[in-house]
């Protein structure tokens, strides 16, 4: 028993002890500066063509080989709408943001798919799967269940 009682401090004293251990991160190099990953740079593009416009209806076309890009748009009435036509999408997803730094009374209202599927209103903010190859509609204008204004300049972001 007086063996067991000497045994178990120095059971406990060894326990204790650390190993130096020196470990080096993959984003780290030698010296211990991180080496800092790189983001890709993408050119945005600002789609500056010429709209058509139907009554209160700006309708623009855009080709898919453009994208990323930013449309700036500018409502001078209270019941316009703004259609984006993207020509020529293959990619399996498409991602929009409204930006609307004026806090205007607008909305993303839909989408048209190139399988004819609709769907909408949407959040000012998506990333939304893309059902078949083709033309892809995107519909802007002002939220009708909201009061403000809706006249102004705002932009679209597609990727």
Request: with cysteine.
């Amino acid at each position: 028993m007086k063996k067991l009682l000497l045994l178990i401090p120095l059971f406990m004293i060894s326990c204790q002890k650390e190993k130096n251990v020196i470990t080096q991160h993959a984003n780290q190099d030698s010296t211990g500066n991180q080496n800092k990953p790189q983001k890709e740079s993408v050119a945005i593009k600002v789609i500056e063509n010429k709209p058509v416009t139907n009554k209160d209806e700006i309708i623009r076309t855009v080709d898919a080989s453009q994208i990323p890009f930013i449309l700036n748009e500018n409502f001078t009435k209270d019941e316009q709408v703004l259609s984006l036509k993207i020509t020529n999408y293959t990619k399996p997803s498409i991602k929009v943001n409204l930006i609307n730094k004026n806090h205007l009374n607008l909305r993303f209202t839909g989408i048209k798919l190139p399988d004819g599927s609709e769907d909408g209103p949407l959040p000012d903010e998506i990333s939304y799967k893309i059902k078949g190859k083709g033309e892809v509609w995107l519909f802007f204008s002002r939220n009708t269940m909201a009061e403000g204004a809706s006249k102004g300049n705002f932009s679209v972001k597609v990727e």
